[in-house]
């Protein structure tokens, strides 16, 4: 799910490298047709989903909803990697199915959270993380028999680390996409700016790692080699080191618990890399974040507004219609106009998501801009 994006197209990469190992039952993706076809013609998937055109049947694959697609008999494994809320039916679909759920997109769990969890539970599924920070903290809890003390995950600052908040007022989504360490998807890039993803990825570990907010801290650390730390109640710090590559987590994930050798994979060399350093993050810069934990840990609908409001205000700076300064106002605004649910359903999640763009979207005169 999310072929032609950054994760998707680096999931590809590795099912690439091992084609004795893997084959692509399914492909969706937005709308990036030209490059949906050429992964048609290479790796023949006998279905597709796509928003873009093109014709059911081209490559001999057939249009199959995706619901139906991540459920299929001869699915063993779902990437998600799609961007946003959009992404939330299906990972449902793959989980009720029984399926092992690669997930890489954030806002699937930050909105959906403890039922996401139970429906894995529920149907004998299971939920490897792949983003990069979630990936690191399970791959240090691997084999651990004691609960984690505390989770640290590390954030490169983003693109406007170095500045002041008043200072940001007129950059440009050009500048903000100018991340320093990794290259990334435009959404996911701009909420490394804000470090509205970090806030994703608090009430992301939340879940995955059942383990209260509370012991849950971040840190900045500019050189992104340390994806995340876990400490133990005897002192111990364990730390996953690693380049600056989704490749490895992906990997990680489509072979666990095995681990295999990719020469196309990049590798971090310990006398070379430098300094590693660490830092207190500055809570003016990142107004995105405080406000995100504060709904966020609320529960009940209010994540999935979140996720939506803030999908819709990144498309709304990307666009130019808004300033980056804007971003926490434009998503609070939306907030405060949310009456919460406590106990939602899935389909109140789902609801509320959609609510959630399309109610910021429809102030701004702007109700197109997002899919």
Partial sequence: MGSTGSVGTQALNIIRAFPDRFEVVGLCNGSNTPLLKRQIDEFKPRYINTLGDIDSGY???????????????????VVAATVGCAGMS???????????????????????????IEAARRNNGVIIPIDSEPSAIWQCLEGEVSEPERLIITASGGAFRDRTWSSLHDVTPQQALQHPTWDMGDKITIDSATLMNKAFEVIESRWLFDIPFERIDVTIHRQSIVHSMVEFSDGSLKAQLGPTSMGQPIQHALFFPQRQPNKNLPKLDAVTMG???FERMDEALYPCFQLALEYGTQGGTYPAVLAGADEAAVA??????????????????????????SEPSVEDIGNSARWGIESTLARHKKPTIVN
């Fill in 275 to 277: 300094p590693l350093t």
């Fill in 90 to 116: 299906s990972a449902f679909a793959a989980l009720e199915a029984g399926k092992t759920l690669g997930l890489a997109n954030k806002e699937v769990i930050v909105m959906s959270g403890n039922l996401l």
């Fill in 59 to 77: 490559g001999g694959s057939l249009t199959l909803p995706v619901e139906e697609m991540v459920a299929l008999s001869e699915v063993d494994f």
């Fill in 316 to 341: 709304l700076f990307l666009n130019g219609y808004i300033k980056f300064t804007q971003i926490p106002e434009v998503v609070l605004e939306t907030l405060s106009k949310h009456e919460n649910t």
